[in-house]
T-cell receptor, first 113, second 115 residues
Framework: AQSVTQLGSHVSVSEGALVLLRCNYS??????LFWYVQYPNQGLQLLLK??????LVKGINGFEAEFKKSETSFHLTKPSAHMSDAAEYFC???????????FGAGTTVTVRA | DTGVSQNPRHKITKRGQNVTFRCDPI?????LYWYRQTLGQGPEFLTY????????KSRLLSDRFSAERPKGSFSTLEIQRTEQGDSAMYLC?????????????FGSGTRLTVV
């Protein structure tokens, strides 16, 4: 069975500080990995994705993530947090022979002024 | 590209009533998905269409849940005899092909409250 684990349900950072959200997956086949952001009462917006190729992927709003196969991880980072980054973030996985996304439980980010 | 549209945005219903939600996918997307998201959790896959064919429905939560996609365009999700446990956000998503040309785009969801 494949699954996604997001470590830490809540993360609080100061404005301008590093944002680090952790995601680990379990899979016996190569994964396709995604990070989505969700603002209150809204749907999910794709931040970035990894399918094949370069393991460091850059997304919107200054976010990036690195696929590390040896660690089965796909952690999301942003060098400098902005107040507008306050939201819930979801890591998701799928596979070449699958059609659905499997999501982690999410990490809520708050940004302190 | 007008995005994935879901209606209504909010629905409050009494327990035991039937409700129907509509999803209009991005026009050139042939795949359509329904997910459910409960408070504090990530979205949970419910069902999937490729064009008008429903290729996966085993994840629908019970036989009170059904989905259709006539003519491979919009889709509806119906819940019969609603229960308080059905209260959740119901998300629709679409994609053009498995992941060859892009990614899954989500709508803003329909929030269901059963009282």
């Amino acid at each position: 069975a494949q699954s996604v684990t997001q470590l830490g349900s809540h993360v609080s950072v100061s404005e301008g500080a590093l944002v680090l959200l952790r995601c680990n997956y379990s899979s016996s086949v190569p994964p396709y990995l995604f990070w989505y952001v969700q603002y209150p009462n809204q749907g999910l917006q794709l931040l970035l994705k990894y399918t094949t190729g370069a393991t460091l992927v850059k997304g919107i709003n200054g976010f990036e993530a690195e696929f590390k196969k040896s660690e089965t991880s796909f952690h999301l980072t942003k060098p400098s947090a902005h107040m507008s980054d306050a939201a819930e973030y979801f890591c998701a996985v799928t596979f070449s022979n699958d059609y659905k996304l499997s999501f982690g439980a999410g990490t809520t980010v708050t940004v302190r002024a | 590209d007008t995005g994935v549209s879901q209606n209504p945005r909010h629905k409050i219903t009494k327990r035991g009533q039937n409700v129907t939600f509509r999803c209009d996918p991005i026009s050139e997307h042939n795949r359509l998905y329904w997910y459910r998201q409960t408070l504090g959790q990530g979205p949970e896959f419910l069902t999937y269409f490729q064009n008008e064919a429903q290729l996966e429905k085993s994840r629908l939560l019970s036989d009170r849940f059904s989905a259709e996609r006539p003519k491979g365009s919009f889709s509806t999700l119906e819940i019969q005899r609603t229960e308080q446990g059905d209260s959740a956000m119901y998300l629709c998503a679409s994609s053009r092909d498995r992941f060859k040309y892009g990614y899954t785009t989500f709508g803003s969801g329909t929030r269901l409250t059963v009282v």
